[in-house]
């Protein structure tokens, strides 16, 4: 069974920084391409960052400079670094797994969540 299992989110002050985690189960990690989303209320989930199973990343424009996506295929963990934080960041955060173009090519797998408020 695949699982998903975000952690880190709380409450911060605007400025501050973040780090969640999501580890995954059930899958053969370093397989899956790796995402974080997020859904503020009243609004759509909107893509914040993938990393391929190659490494490569791309970016929200609104976290760019300011997020990091990594990965460590040894923990089957995905991490996502928030720093110099904005109220606008306030969302839950979903980790996402996608498998790739040469492996389960339309597989899609969700966390449950994690929430982030930022106060300003």
């Known amino acids: 069974q695949v699982r998903l299992v975000e952690s880190g989110g709380g409450l911060v002050q605007a400025g501050g920084s973040l780090r969640l985690s999501c580890e995954a189960f059930?899958?053969?990690?370093?397989?899956?391409?790796m995402g974080w989303y997020r859904q503020a209320p009243g609004k759509q989930r909107e893509l914040v960052a993938r990393?391929?199973?190659?490494?490569?990343?791309n970016f929200a424009d609104s976290v760019k400079g300011r997020f990091t996506i990594s990965r460590d295929n040894a923990k089957s963990t995905v991490y996502l670094q928030m720093n110099s934080l904005k109220p606008e960041d306030t969302a839950v955060y979903f980790c996402?797994?996608?498998?790739?173009?040469?492996?389960?090519?339309?597989?899609?797998?969700w966390g449950q969540g994690t929430q982030v408020t930022v106060s300003s």
């Open positions: 996402k797994a996608d498998g790739s173009i040469t492996y389960r090519p339309g597989f899609t797998a």
């Open positions: 059930g899958i053969i990690f370093n397989l899956y391409d």
């Open positions: 990393i391929s199973t190659g490494g490569s990343t």
